[in-house]
């Protein structure tokens, strides 16, 4: 696994880099409390495993939280950062930030995985393969990101193959607090943030604004760019527009809405038939996604519901002045959901959630085509939680769609508690489908003899996995390992005359998530993950594209002061199977590479804190995937302005 490993030279910088964390322990032990005693924190609860909030302990479901405290603490700015270290990920973009960005769990493709932002499925119907693009999700506003991995669709239908990302913006509390802050560095980074939040009697609220800026961001390998023509860089510019709001309209009855609004413009390199460009092209994406809901509490608490409307909306636009003619391009997709969600609590320890829903996806684009499908399920899950030993989650779920038809899926994830050692055993086993996209079903492209094929068959695929965790010393010492596995059928690919789309792929995915994390003292942990993944095309046999073997990630927070935070983040990832940037050749053996990032956080008082960090602090040289760069050595720096309760000028 580590014969790709840098030279001694780098890992001595590794080594340094942690001994950068470790500098400050004997001034972290003068003020820390008692290190005989655990650090005093809630247990993580979980909301997508279930639907219900869970405690992860109970849950046979793999999952990994990542919290805004440790986003702040590692000052991640988008999605995909905060993405990069978690076990079982594989995360690809297509140079530096605001290129495409894609997102593998345990092998399965990067369209069958069901992103959720507040329970709003913010996929877009207008792309063709259905993929969510990660590269446009700040994280300023975010309160939680729950990854749930292992085929999910007994709960959320299509797309939940690999698994689903659960995200939850964050919700205003107590008095109100206002924050900004402003940063600036490497490749002609400029961002800003702005939030304000608090609660009042019946009222709370959160509103916050977004901007993220580069302008000078290498991505195209010289090598590639044929003489005599510019190597420009890329740059990107993305402003987010968040709003949150719960309203108590009685004590049996609340109200919400949550809104996000994103546009963003990314200049960037196209090819040719020669190779990249002398112009860039300019891709600008405006996307909307909305929910409101009512919920309300009946016989003391023993039954509640939910009733929500979601509406998502995409426009995208795509123009490239090298082209002969010069047409631009655009894509529309939009979609309309209403869902129900009814929690029944049958008697102590056993609660069955009943849920339906219906959604309707548009697709209008310049090719032209309009296209509409729509789907209707239902859902049931019983939560059972015996002895406060055995807990267990079953569901079943029936979709119906316009098109193809039915869809029946299911999953069962029980766990079970040892106490008395601090061992717990979990599994899981689930079936998944992906439906074939408004592109794949409807769009034409009759001056290229290729047409959709509206008689498609969703994907399938059923999963397990099995594993255990283990912590000793008062939790201050927890490991665990998962093998999982992954059967996939009925794949959706281009036909042998490539004329169209058919269902003939299959795909075999295995391998093993470990991890093992220390809390030696209060104020500082530790944490390693490793993944294994296997993942073969069956009737090629080849390994599938994008999915490396090994991936090590490491990482380390230390509140090393009062006022000092310092983190760090070490990613290895393993060679993997790719293409080449024109996608002519295949299989070809991309070479893995190592990052580091490093950041730290210090609070002067009275409202104001300074920050700095350091991404791929070894300035590794590398490709991900083949065909763009990512982004070498970069130094950012900045300040935090906070107003309210925990600040005050």
Known sequence: MFSSFPSALRLGAITSCFSLISFSIDASRAYAQDASSPPVQLPPVVVGATLIPTPESELGTSVTVISADEIAAKQERLLPDALLDVPGLNVVQTGGPGGLTSVFIRGANSNQTKVLIDGIDVSDPSSPDGAFDFAH?????????????????????SDAIGGVINIATQKGQGPMVATANVEGGSFGTFNQTAKVSGSADWLSYFLGFGHFSTIDTPVTPPSLVPIGRVINPNAYDNRTFSMRLDAQLADQLDVGLTSRYIETTLLSTSDDFLGPENLRSNTGSDQSFSRAFVHNTLFDGRFDQTLGLAYTNYDRSYSDPNSIPFVPSFYQGSRIKVDYQGNLRLIEGETLVLGADREVNRLVNSNPVWAVDGDTAGFAELQSNIGGRLFNAASIRYDADDQFGSATTFRIAPAFLIPETGTKLKASVGSGFKAPTLDELYDNYPAYGFFANPNL?????????????????????????????????????????????????????????????????????????????????????????????????????????????????????????????????????????????????????????????????????????????????????????????????
Do not use: C, M
Request: hydrophobic share 40%; charged share 15%; net charge negative.
């Open 137 to 157: 999700i700040l994280n300023f506003d975010l309160g939680s990101i729950e990854v749930l991995r292992g085929p999910q669709s007994g709960l959320y239908g």
């Open 457 to 649: 068959r969703p994907e399938t695929s059923i999963g397990f996995d099995a594993g255990f965790e283990q912590t000793l010393l008062l939790d201050r010492i927890s490991f665990g390992a998962t093998y999982f596995a992954n059967n996939i059928k009925n794949l959706i690919d281009i036909n042998d005359t490539a004329t169209s789309y058919v269902n003939i792929g299959q795909a075999r995915t295995f391998g093993l998530e470990s991890f093992l994390s220390l809390s030696p003292w209060n104020g500082f942990s530790v944490r390693a993950d490793y993944t294994y993944t296997v993942a073969k095309d069956e009737l090629r046999q080849l390994d599938l594209l994008r999915r490396p073997r090994d991936k090590l990630s490491l990482s380390a927070t230390l509140q090393a002061t009062p006022a000092l935070l310092l983190s760090a983040i070490f990613v290895y990832t393993g060679p993997w199977a790719d293409t080449n940037r024109a996608g002519t050749a295949t299989n070809l053996v991309a070479p893995g590479y190592t990052l580091l990032n490093l950041a730290a956080t210090y609070d002067f008082g009275h409202g104001i804190s300074g920050f700095a960090r350091v991404q791929n602090a070894l300035n590794d040289h590398y490709q991900n995937p083949l065909g763009f760069d990512q982004p070498t050595l970069g130094v950012f720096g900045g300040v935090k302005v906070a107003l309210g309760q925990d600040g005050l000028l």
